[in-house]
């Protein structure tokens, strides 16, 4: 299918991570597209008063995003529970 779209979907991170960490857990997913499918992913954007990480999600399972850090010329960054996941 490739790349999917939700409006205004919004989320906050439930555990900090790291500048490698690969698995997100979020508080909540339900308002994110479904990529379960091998080709699907969405676009996010981690954020927090001084850093923006835009993040490719390859897979949700449950409130676990599985991500490719630093997408569109961001770097990745680490990030506390609580922080912005649009």
């Known amino acids: 299918m490739g790349i ?12 900090g991570i790291n500048d490698s ?3 997100i857990a979020v508080a909540d997913a339900s308002e994110f597209p479904d990529v379960s499918g091998a080709a699907d992913y969405m676009y996010l954007t981690l954020a927090n008063i001084s ?3 835009v993040i490719k999600v390859t897979s949700v399972a ?3 995003l ?3 850090r630093a997408q569109d010329g961001t770097s990745p960054s680490a990030f506390v529970s ?4 649009e």
Request: glycine fraction near 8%.
């Open 51 to 53: 850093n923006i990480e």
């Open 82 to 85: 609580g922080d912005a996941c």
């Open 62 to 64: 449950g409130t676990t």
């Open 66 to 68: 599985t991500a490719v």
């Open 21 to 23: 960490v690969t698995s």
């Open 4 to 15: 999917k779209f939700s409006n205004n979907a919004a989320t906050t991170l439930s555990a």
